[in-house]
């Protein structure tokens, strides 16, 4: 069955360091996002996109953060400077197969641990 | 931003029992909902859905009911087995292919 993979599972970094998380969403799949799950929190979203471009935003999602879809199968996060806070799970998403359910399948995760 | 509620973080159930989850939404507009399953260190596994022109839908063990008027669903497993343990989210989905909201999650454990 195809599912979505992330990489890497775990990524330690220091506070100010630009990290890069990668996701393959399933492959016919059209809608991709990110969700961060701080420890002993909620599932949060980041950001949805579409067609190449940013459909949606939350607020935690700011200049520091960014998302790219670099090859038609790869879709990234990037964290410009990361800050402590930061240190959280952070899950990739997609759904939208051409069918009217609107289930998102969930890689995963990676782990980030800022220091 | 409380427009998902799991009111009840644990829940303890008997292997073979019935395991009732619960979940209320303020925004009436809502009308796409979901049930995800949750290990420790793993991605949330979708479970089942309901689209609000319906009021159940069952898959094998779980079935989904929702009340519309109440803004309250609810998610039974039946039976419940040891592999059931786990967190269950409810998550409603904002609009067409929008961003979830989740519910805070409700820890199951389902003793033998």
């Known amino acids: 069955e195809p599912e979505v993979t992330q990489t890497p599972s775990h990524q330690v970094t220091q506070m100010g360091q630009e990290v890069i998380l990668r996701c393959v969403p399933i492959?016919?799949?059209?809608?991709f996002y990110w969700y961060r799950q701080i420890l002993g929190q909620k599932v949060e979203f980041l950001v949805s996109?579409?067609?190449?471009?940013?459909?949606?935003k939350s607020e935690i999602f700011d200049d520091q953060f960014s998302v790219e879809r670099p090859d038609g199968s790869n879709f990234t996060l990037k964290i410009r400077s990361t800050k402590l806070e930061d240190s959280a799970m952070y899950f990739c998403?997609?759904?939208?197969?051409?069918?009217?359910?609107?289930?998102?399948?969930f890689g995963p995760g990676t782990r980030l641990t800022v220091t | 931003d409380q427009q998902v509620k799991q009111n009840s973080p644990s829940l303890s159930v008997q292997e073979g029992r019935i395991s009732i989850l619960n979940c209320d939404y303020t925004?009436?507009?809502?009308?796409?909902f979901l049930w995800y399953k949750k290990y420790p260190a793993e991605g949330p596994t979708f479970l089942i859905s309901?689209?609000?022109?319906?009021d159940k839908n069952e898959d094998g063990r779980f079935t989904v009911f929702l009340n519309k008027s109440a803004k309250h669903l609810s998610l039974h497993i039946v039976p419940s087995q040891p592999g059931d343990s786990a967190v269950y989210f409810c998550?409603?989905?904002?609009?067409?292919?929008?961003?979830?909201?989740f519910g805070a999650g409700t820890q199951v454990v389902v003793t033998p």
């Open positions: 309901i689209s609000s022109i319906k």
């Open positions: 998403a997609s759904g939208g197969s051409g069918t009217d359910s609107y289930e998102q399948y």
């Open positions: 492959s016919n799949h059209l809608y």
């Open positions: 925004n009436s507009m809502f009308d796409y």
């Open positions: 996109f579409y067609n190449n471009e940013i459909s949606e």
């Open positions: 998550a409603v989905v904002t609009q067409s292919w929008g961003k979830l909201q």
